[in-house]
């Protein structure tokens, strides 16, 4: 056959299309290179050729393949009877490795070519679209890259052509909409691009169509609806956009319509039930949808999964799932389904119809009330039931426990009170146990150590009390362990720590006492271990070096005391590891420079004394907290150690004992001398001041006493004025020390209230991110007035504010590293003041003008005018010991203060979340910029990801292109990285709603772990 040469005559344009075609059609059907006429012996050398460049048949299949029987008989080869030319190729599942040959497309009888699950590589041969007969093409599980052949379209006769999970890449070809005959198109698990075509409307007899998890975008073409045959249109995990076409919803054969986590918008037609009413799978979670979600939808008895998730539905939840017999899959989970009312569970009753139910996830929802005591009626079939994060309230029913298949429960994240029924330990299948996040109170019911087949069980932040069930060492199959955020006492089980499966443990912020076992070595697996803020003491065992998987150990906050042990080098993949606020006492381990570089290591507050290591992680000064340890010296010069004395260890020791008994000396003598101060202004005194129980426990100094220091209040030592007051740079001549002196002015309403407030929240902390209160002074002026001043160290540094927003000419400004760091020391005051205080203290006033920076710039959060005590019985934290009205400032305030709530944590979050926003956007709270619902928050939100760099302060987006030898482009990439993830936890902790706020804790955690990642990578 020779191709057609094209004529000189006219011709219209239809016999030019037909021309073009049947050349190509006549160049596909050449033979490849060397291949013979076609017969049957052409076959055998295409099935040879084939073998050839196959490099892997781990179970020696094509061994047969050889002269010893004829090619028919091969292994995976079918011949027609007639002719003996190959039909059919099927090797499916034999681990065949190497390339496709392109010989494959000279068996031009061949109707089926099966080769799928096993790991060919390279192109798909386009010499495949010469093979006319092809009905079956399947390549599925393969590592095939490159283009779809557009030559597939000339294959007619093809019915079935699966090309799931490979690498291919470019576009669907439109070419397809001319296969007729193709009933089954599967592309999915690739990395295609592009649109769905409009062609592949003309597919009239296409049954199933299949593109998921690609990168495909743009719109659904409305010319999908002329498939009249289709029952399954799957789309999801890709980045469509737009509405769903009307025409979709006219395709009456429609059985599985699937397009989750996609960017469709619109709403769902009231209709969907009569117009798609034979569909059995509708998943169309993670999107954008909106409205209400139809009541006919589920009118369509044959449903079996329905997955709405993640979407913006608002309303009632439906009330007529008894119509479906068939349902197994519910998901409703995060939208705004509810209205926070006892009537929302009124589709529960229809839901008890549904016998078939495996999953329900109604998780992130605005559902409230109590939880039905019908909840334990649901199907026996149940094994998932997500509930967490709505406004659940209430106790938890007993009869929650007659869903007897449950695999999961997730109550987390609700207002849920009262006990944990000890009949929870009839859960005899249940592998996921989460209440974290609620008000649950009571002891840990020892049933629990029923539950042997546990992987997680999650009971942080509620009010658990008593000690820890040893029984809990049952549960052998433990992966993730959380009792933090209680109020455990007792020690711990050493059944505990015998659960050798523990991946993740966190039993901090309790009051668990004694020793830390040796026993804690048995945890091999355990990834992430937090006992921090605990009353554990004695020495940390060497066994903690045998938890070789470690990479992330909080022990502070305890009353461990002893050495390092050196054991702690043998953890080669920590990557934080705080042992800060304890008693420990001699020498850093030279073991441990052969820390990971990436390693940041937290030692302050402890009693460490001699020399600082320098390999290693020491190299870094950054990846290290050495603060608060007297009697170290040495390391590297950035840490400002005193040098090492030199000598032999007497001398040395000889040395310190020397440097001890001088500070013990300058202690007392500074005390004796401060007493015989008091005493003798007390009698100087000319008018007896008035005192007031409220500051007890502060040393009071005169008023003739603050205007020598201030130089009589001079406006030249004025460095700030307040809500309330004025502060003053001041000298006491008798030490020479420089202090700030803050001056209420009395006149202003409230300000009595503020002095009395900071006095008693001053008196009663003591913390390193805190500024410290020195004296105060609550007397009369010469004019017979009252006049009340605090006096308090003094911030070299000033303001946060002055240096996020400099004045015009000012120089000064922090960089990305500086700011974290002072995000932390804010984060871990305000962590102090909720949870460690003798009574817990909420601020009330957190923003940048009221953090402080020393002259390291470590951070102080100051101002306590508006400061409340939070009772701490087990009341809610509403009583206060402070009536002062105001909370916060404008821009920093909680909304729910806005509206007369109480003075709470949360809102201290909220402040802190604000606070965070501005360091790193360099935007105040109070810009004209934002107004009515357009603030801060949103300001952020509405930009990220896409648009970091437009909301960040220009100064960080600057920072790195200083960086030399080419690597300027991966700081700021890195710079750029932790950033988003600082203005995250910003936006999670100013959430409109305090329940959806993350806790201060967990922001201080959050914090400290971006900062590691930015030390570390």
């Known amino acids: 056959m020779k191709p057609l040469k094209p004529t000189s005559l006219p011709m219209c344009h239809v016999y030019h299309q037909i021309l073009l075609m049947f050349s190509l059609s006549f160049l596909l059907l050449q033979p490849s290179p060397g291949a013979r006429a076609q017969t049957n012996e052409t076959d055998k050398t295409a099935l040879l050729q084939f073998k050839e460049s196959i490099t892997k048949d781990p179970h020696e299949i094509l061994a ?37 040959s392109p010989y494959i497309g000279n068996l031009s009888f061949i109707k089926s070519i099966m080769l799928s699950n096993n790991s060919f590589s390279g192109h798909i041969p386009p010499e495949v679209g010469r093979l006319f007969r092809l009905q079956q093409f399947s390549l599925w599980n393969n590592t095939l890259s490159g283009k779809v052949p557009i030559s597939l379209a000339n294959c007619s006769q093809l019915r079935i052509l699966d090309l799931t999970t490979n690498h291919l890449t470019g576009s669907i070809p439109t070419e397809f909409g001319s296969l007729m005959k193709l009933e089954e198109l599967y592309l999915g698990n690739n990395i295609l691009t592009g649109g769905l075509p409009p062609t592949l409307g003309n597919i009239s007899s296409l049954l199933i169509f299949s593109s998921a998890e690609n990168a495909l975008e743009g719109v659904i073409p409305h010319e999908i609806g002329h498939l009249k045959m289709l029952s399954m249109f799957e789309i999801g995990l890709n980045n469509l956009s737009g509405t769903f076409p009307s025409s979709l919803y006219n395709i009456s054969s429609m059985t599985i319509l699937s397009a989750t986590q996609n960017q469709l ?43 709405l998730g993640d979407n913006n539905f608002v309303g009632s939840i439906p009330t007529n799932f008894g119509n479906l017999p068939q349902l197994s899959f519910l998901g409703l989970r995060y ?78 994240s609700n207002s849920l009170t009262g006990t944990i029924p000890t009949s929870f330990g009839q859960f005899q299948k249940i592998q996921d146990l989460k209440l974290s996040h609620n008000k649950i109170s009571g002891h840990i019911p020892s049933t629990i150590g029923n539950l042997t087949r546990l992987i997680n069980l999650l009971l ?141 290591l937290n030692f302050s507050f402890n009693k460490l004394q001699g020399e600082v290591p320098t390999g290693g992680v020491f190299k ?48 007392l003598f500074f005390f004796l001398l401060a007493a015989s101060f008091t005493m003798f202004w007390i009698r100087k005194s000319k008018r007896k001041t008035s005192t007031f129980s409220t500051i007890e426990g502060l040393l009071q100094v005169s008023y003739r006493m603050i205007l020598e220091a201030t130089g009589g209040l001079s406006p030249n030592n004025l460095i700030g004025v307040g809500s309330f007051g004025s502060v003053y740079k001041g000298t006491f001549d008798s030490e020479e020390r420089v202090v700030a002196v803050k001056v209420l002015n009395l006149q202003q309403e409230g300000a009595t209230k503020s002095f009395l407030a900071e006095c008693n929240a001053l008196k009663r902390i003591k913390h390193r991110n805190l500024v410290k209160v020195l004296t105060c002074c609550s007397s009369i002026d010469y004019n017979g007035d009252d006049f009340k001043a ?59 003008s009221n953090v402080l920076l020393d002259s390291d ?125 600082v203005l995250e936890v910003g936006l999670t902790c100013s959430k409109e709603s305090p329940e959806e706020r993350m806790k201060i804790g967990d922001a201080t955690l959050q914090l400290q772990m971006i900062k590691s990642a930015f030390l570390l990578e």
């Open 335 to 412: 939208n705004n389904l509810g209205y926070n009312s006892w009537k929302d569970w009124d589709f529960l009753n229809s839901l008890i119809n549904c016998s078939k139910l495996e999953l329900f996830d109604l998780s992130g929802n605005n559902v409230g009330g109590i939880l039905p005591i019908a909840i334990g009626n649901l199907s026996n079939q149940l094994s998932y039931l997500y509930l967490q994060s709505n406004k659940i309230h209430g106790s938890i029913p007993a009869e929650i426990t007659s869903l007897q298949n449950l695999l999961l429960l997730n109550l987390q």
């Open 64 to 100: 047969s393949w050889d002269d010893s029987t004829h090619f028919c008989n091969w292994v995976g080869v079918t011949c027609g009877r007639k002719h003996q030319r190959v039909t059919a190729l099927e090797l499916n599942g034999y681990g065949f490795g190497g390339l496709i």
């Open 620 to 667: 870094n000064a950054s990846a290290i907290s050495l603060t608060g340890n007297g009697f170290l010296c040495g390391g590297v010069p950035e840490l400002h150690l005193p040098l090492c004395p030199t000598g032999d260890s007497k001398r040395v020791k000889k040395h310190v004992l020397k440097l001890r008994i001088l500070v013990i000396c300058l202690v």
């Open 460 to 600: 942080d932040e509620n009010r658990l009390e008593g000690t820890i069930p040893a029984v809990i060492g049952n549960c052998q199959n433990l992966q993730e362990l959380l009792i933090s955020d209680n109020n455990l006492i007792g020690t711990i089980p050493q059944q505990i720590f015998q659960i050798s499966s523990l991946i993740w443990l966190s039993l901090s912020h309790n009051s668990l006492v004694g020793r830390l076992l040796e026993e804690i070595g048995n945890l091999k697996n355990v990834n992430y271990l937090d006992l921090s803020e605990n009353v554990l003491f004695g020495d940390i065992p060497t066994a903690i070096g045998d938890c070789l998987s470690l990479e992330y150990l909080f022990l502070q906050g305890n009353f461990f005391q002893g050495g390092l042990p050196a054991s702690l080098a043998s953890l080669r993949g920590i990557r934080i590891l705080d042992l800060s606020r304890n008693n420990l006492s001699g020498e850093i381990p030279k073991d441990l420079q052969i820390l990971s570089d990436s390693s940041y």
């Open 857 to 981: 710039l470590v951070a102080h959060v100051s101002d306590f005018g508006l400061a409340r005590l939070l009772w701490t019985s087990n009341q809610d934290s509403q009583g206060q010991s402070s009536t002062i009205g105001l909370k916060g400032s404008v821009g920093y305030a909680a909304p729910e203060y806005g509206i007369g709530g109480e003075a709470s944590k949360e809102g201290d979050v909220y402040s802190f979340g604000i606070l965070l926003l501005e360091m790193f956007t360099g935007k105040r709270p109070t810009e004209e910029m934002f107004m009515d619902d357009f603030h801060l928050h949103s300001y952020v939100k509405l930009a990220l990801p896409e648009k970091l760099l437009q909301v960040i302060d220009p100064i960080l987006a600057q920072e790195g292109t200083e960086v030399q030898n080419g690597e300027a482009s991966s700081y700021q990439t890195k710079i750029k990285k932790c950033i988003l993830s």
């Open 265 to 307: 918008g619109g709403t769902l037609p009231d209709n969907i039930g009569t117009a798609i009413w034979n569909l059995q799978v509708l998943e169309l979670g993670s999107n954008q949808l909106f409205g209400t979600v139809p009541a006919s939808l589920f009118n369509i008895s044959g449903l079996q999964t329905v997955d």
């Open 790 to 848: 605090l006096v308090f160290e003094f911030m070299v540094n000033g303001s946060l504010e002055k240096w996020i927003h400099p004045e015009q000419g000012e120089n000064q400004s922090l960089n990305f590293l500086q700011r974290l760091n002072v995000s932390i020391d804010a984060a871990s005051a305000l962590q102090y003041l909720h949870y460690e205080c003798e009574q817990s203290i909420v601020h009330c006033d957190l923003k940048s």
